[in-house]
């Protein structure tokens, strides 16, 4: 009976000690990981509040106080209204071109990309591999190496130094194509299409009513991507456009941070108008990043 009770004794112990060094190993594990995760989160987030603590101070404190600390003048309201009401609010002018060649490319790019990406996973035809290799291939060429040819083919078109010169090469998203392709492919059930089929539903209405409700989190991951792109791009506006009331807010802000050497009071104006531009693609993440989690249990549940 001793030698019987003292066997499973020992096996609990080790089965306690193993635990002991498993859970040992989890919380050591866990302390990298969310160390690692606050010093991401620290790269993304200093520069932010930097910006912030910039944009509230006066072009004499922005120098001569502490970079990561506010003035004793709070000076924020004073430069966001220098910011929208010099040169007969020029920047609002920016802001809104910003906001058209963003939402509106983005929007038509991210439908295009699902369009192309549900057609390629969902119908077989001859070239299908041969044209999604050829898109993927698109994928690795930068658009700083296809800004020029573009300009010239805009001047032969004769649309250059126009809103379409940004807005439709905007509208091409090989990146965007690609994940709906991979995510039309895995989600988008060929039996629920044959049945929307059967009930007389035309290939459009299957693709509006069934392939955009079931491709949502790809959609928003593209128009997300695509969004930011756009609104961050530099480079196309720059070679596209020589009338500065069609700038967009990057190119905008770097005109006026090309001024500071002779006119150190734009130093406000470009911290002011680096803030308001952060804005819109901070609200655009939080409003959309729900979908996000929607999307990441799709299928988890039968």
Known sequence: MTTTTAKPTKAK???????NRSAGQSTGMTILVTGILTLVALYFIVPVYWVLVAASKTNEDLFATFGFWFAPHFALWDNIVQVVTYDNGIFVRWFANSILYAVVGALLATYLAAAGGYALAKYKFKGNNLIFGIILG????PGTATA?????LFSQLGLANTYWSVLIPSLVSPFGLFLCRIYATATVDDALLE????????ELRIFHTVGLNILTPALVT???????GIWNNYFLPLVMLADSNLYPITLGLNNWLGQVDRLPEFYELTTGGVLLSVIPLAIAMIVLQ?????????GSVK
């Open 138 to 141: 698109g994928v690795l060429v």
């Open 148 to 152: 020029l040819p573009l300009f010239l």
């Open 222 to 228: 593209v128009f997300l991507f695509q969004l930011i």
């Open 13 to 19: 112990k080790e089965s306690a000690n193993h635990a």
């Open 290 to 298: 729900r979908f996000w989690r929607g999307g990441l249990t799709e």
């Open 195 to 202: 049945a929307a089929r059967l009930d007389g539903a035309s």
